[in-house]
Structure formats: C-alpha cells, structure tokens
C-alpha cells in the first residue's frame, strides 16, 4: 500500500454516515473472512450508494486487496475506480438465455483474476436481466471449482459479492413483453441467486438530506383533487420567461475562465427537451466564448428522378431541405470556435 492510498481511505471512512459505515465494517469483515456471500445494498439515487463503493474500494485497495468493480451500465462504471461494464468485464454475451454462460475460459488471464479477487461490486444491478446474474455465476463456480471443488455449490463461486440499486427506477429492458414479463426478467426473481442476498438499505438521502423527494400535493381553485405541487424556492432558478442569460450564468459560472477545462464541463449540464431550444443555448453560449467563428454548412439535395418518373428535386428544393432538423441528421450550419467543445 503507498501514503496516498491509505490516506485517501481514510479520508473517505471519515465521510461515512452512521448507516454506511455499519454497512462498510459488515462487508468488509465478509472480505477478511473469505465468507462467500451475496449482499445487495439499495437505496435510490442520492442515497449514497458510490460513495459507499468508493469508500470500500479505496480500503480494500490500500490492503492489497483486489477488488472488481463493475456497473450495468456505461456511465455508472465511470463513477467507480477502475471501473468496467460487466459485459466487458465478465464478457457476458448479449443474447442470453437461461442456460447462458460468459465467455471466460478456464485458466485464462481473466479467470485468474476473478479468482484473486477478494470483492465484487456491481452497480445498478437492477437494470441487469437475471439471467446475466445467473450466466455470471454459473462461470464463477466452473472457474472456482477448480481451486475448491465445493464451488460449484456456492453462489458465485464462493465469492463475496456486493450488488447494488434502486428497484424504484429502471428495471431490464425487455422487449414485446407485458409488465409481469419485465418484473421476472430483474434480479428478485432469480431463484438461485436472491434467496442467498443479504439485503440493506440506505435510507439517509446525501442530496436531499432533509428533503426527501416528496412534497405535499395541492388543489388549485376548482379542482377537487389535489394534483399539483410547489417547487422548493431553492430548487428554483430566478429568471424572466425564455430567458437563457440566467439559466447559462447560473449552470455555467465563471465560464470565460474555464470553458477549456474538461473537468469544469463534465460537472455541468443544460437538460432539455427539444431540439430547438438545444440549438438556442449552444449559440447563446457560443457567442460568450472569445475568438473568431468559422462556420460549415450542410450540403443539401434529393435523388432527382425516382422510379415513378416523379422530379422530387423540384418538389424538395435546397430551401426547403436547409430548413429541416432532424434526429441523427446534422444541422444545416456547424458553428465552431477553437477551444470550444
């Protein structure tokens, strides 16, 4: 272990709220024993769920301990330390089935790893369909076996693994099917994986903290039920109507001096729901960034002739065409300034 790895887990354990911490010293001390268990932690988003893992990896990491992180999903697997996909870490196929297996040999470089590992995390694992969790298992006890027989009757392989998520949000995508289809595809209705979860909850929300997330529903004259609510002042940015001056200043502050800096960036976003007011903000911004604009325009035409003789170039005129906006199509101007993303 070097200084910064055993300070910055401690600076993290120092972070810990009573709730994780009592979760924290649980599993670890499944780690130090090589208990073989499944644990999954739930919480909804703001819970503090990442920052648990961090927390976890980092000490376990400072240990010399190895320590898989993973997340169903792509930006999730960001937010962990040397975090990975676990299609791409456990290289589960797409296509999968109940009888599914992930593409692992035994004795590859991978399998030796996994059979290092000390910890398993896996993040957002209710986005996950069951069969990748049992598909994963399955190829943890073929590899584990090999060391200890006794693994392949051992949920994952006898490994320790930590699953976590929110069960409120979006469970696996599965496509043509009813409701009661989607909830058997999650994770809960794995027989052979669920019943052998320890299960905790966070309940302290690090985002809201006295907030919970639900707010008291109200009537406007007239309406006999309450549906309506007020929006925390503090949740709220002061601003004339279609304003975007307030809106950039107050996501962007001191942009001038920082428009370069990824970081800056990455920590900062304008959501919105059309197309056109995406293309408003941009320009807004754009005209703040100093320099000179250099501006590409699309090149626009149609097939001239069809097979019904039809002169569609005459019917769709470049004019027309400059004007439309659509999805996966560019627009009719590309506006670019240099060190502006």
Request: net charge neutral; hydrophobic share 40%; aromatic share 8%.
């Amino acid at each position: 272990m070097t200084h910064a790895q055993t300070q910055e887990s401690n600076h993290l354990q120092r972070g810990l709220k009573v709730e994780q911490k009592k979760i924290l010293d649980t599993l670890l001390q499944s780690v130090y024993r090589q208990e073989g268990w499944v644990f999954f932690v739930y919480g909804s988003g703001g819970i503090g769920k990442t920052y648990l893992w961090r927390a976890l990896i980092s000490k376990l990491r400072s240990e010399n301990h190895i320590v898989l992180a993973v997340a169903s999903s792509g930006i999730a697997s960001l937010l962990l330390p040397g975090g990975r996909t676990t299609h791409s870490r456990f290289k589960i196929p797409f296509a999968l089935n109940e009888y599914s297996c992930c593409n692992i040999d035994q004795g590859s470089d991978l399998a030796h790893l996994i059979e290092k590992a000390s910890l398993i995390i896996w993040d957002e694992a209710p986005t996950a369909h069951r069969h990748a969790f049992e598909a994963v298992d399955r190829t943890f006890r073929d590899i584990m076996q090999l060391r200890h027989p006794t693994s392949m009757e051992k949920v994952f392989g006898g490994k320790v693994v930590v699953l976590g998520g929110d069960f409120g949000q979006i469970l696996p995508v599965v496509k043509k099917v009813g409701r009661a289809d989607v909830i058997d595809a999650s994770i809960s209705k794995s027989l052979t994986i669920w019943p052998h979860c320890t299960v905790f909850k966070l309940e302290t929300n690090m985002r809201l903290l006295q907030r919970d997330g639900k707010l008291p529903a109200i009537a406007k004259e007239g309406e006999d039920e309450p549906m309506w609510i007020n929006i925390p002042d503090d949740l709220l940015i002061k601003a004339r109507e279609d304003s975007i001056d307030e809106m950039v200043e107050s996501v962007y502050l001191d942009l001038l001096q920082e428009y370069t800096n990824p970081t800056y960036l990455q920590q900062r976003a304008i959501l919105t729901s059309k197309y056109d007011m995406v293309d408003k903000i941009n320009d807004h911004i754009l005209k703040m960034i100093p320099g000179g604009e250099k501006v590409y325009k699309r090149a626009d035409r149609v097939c001239p002739i069809t097979k019904t003789g039809v002169n569609v170039e005459a019917l769709c005129p470049t004019e027309f065409l400059n004007t439309l906006q659509l999805p996966g199509i560019p627009n009719r101007e590309l506006k670019l300034k240099v060190g502006c993303p």
